[in-house]
């Protein structure tokens, strides 16, 4: 059990947030919320609005625990990069993070925090739930905590929500974790360039419990800017597979899972590769293939494809 008060202990959640509106209330709520009270709360405002400025001005005030930064907008990649040299330049030892639109369970960080020090993990995420604007779920996420699974996804797509995540201080220390590309000068997407960079050098784990809930709407980041986001993802994760593709193929060799979600990735893979003539990765397929997961897989997009139809 994590003993409250210990100032090495205390947890600094690092939120950015641009004109999110009546979310981000909603978002340091949750945390204010959280069973773990050691922990505190920076917002770096990426150039809201004078509308939604005023109004966090005067939220962050009534609470000691909250601080709040106001600066020109520069984007997300840069924000991102700003917020670690802020976090970095602080005495926390451990940090999470959190973005201005979403809602974290309230035993959130308590839990990310034991299970972190308990593993010696440098780095845990954990499951969540998509939500539409009205904090209506509509779809759980599993993440998984099997190594070569996590690699599997990775190139493809993130292996946790962004704002999901809790850290140590030393990722930054030995900037391990950063939001700079690793390959270009892109603009998208800097969580998954984030994930790149630190895959092969931390060790990772993730609680199998939904404990982080990712909102998605109209007015979100990653919606507004869906269709360059999805081109640059593309671009991205072909070029990780390619610096990964012989690690990829010798780690699942004899790698057989009962999750229908592999068999997604493998799909995925196969896809945006387009390796329709690379036998050994046919021959993956082919291992992790059963007709109870392509009914699976229907199911599972079918249910999705409904419930945000109803929800959103």
Known sequence: ????????????????TFNDGKFLLQAINSLLK???????ILVLDDGSNNDNKKIYEKFVKTNKRI???????????????????????????YFAKMDGD????????????????KNNYDLVGCDYSRMNSKNKDFEYNKCTNNKIARLNQLMVESIFAHGSILFKRSLLDKKILRYDSIYSKLPFPEDYNMFNNIIHKAKIGSINKPLYRYRIHNKSYSESNKTEYKKQLTIVSRLFFLKNKILFFRQNKNFISEDFFDLIIF??????????????????????FTFKKIIQIVIYYFDRKIKKFLNV
């Open 1 to 16: 059990m994590i003993k409250k008060n210990k100032k090495r202990d205390k947890v600094l959640v690092l939120i950015q």
């Open 34 to 40: 959280q069973t773990y009270k050691n922990t505190d």
């Open 67 to 93: 601080r709040y930064i106001y600066k020109k907008n520069t984007g997300i990649i840069e924000s991102s990069i700003a917020l670690m040299k802020i976090a970095k330049k602080s005495k926390y030892k």
């Open 102 to 117: 979403d809602l974290s369970d309230k035993n959130r960080i308590k839990e990310q925090l034991i299970f972190l020090k």
């Open 267 to 288: 799909f995925k893979i196969l896809l945006r590769n387009k390796l329709w003539n690379e036998s050994k990765l046919l021959k993956i397929i082919y291992n992790n």
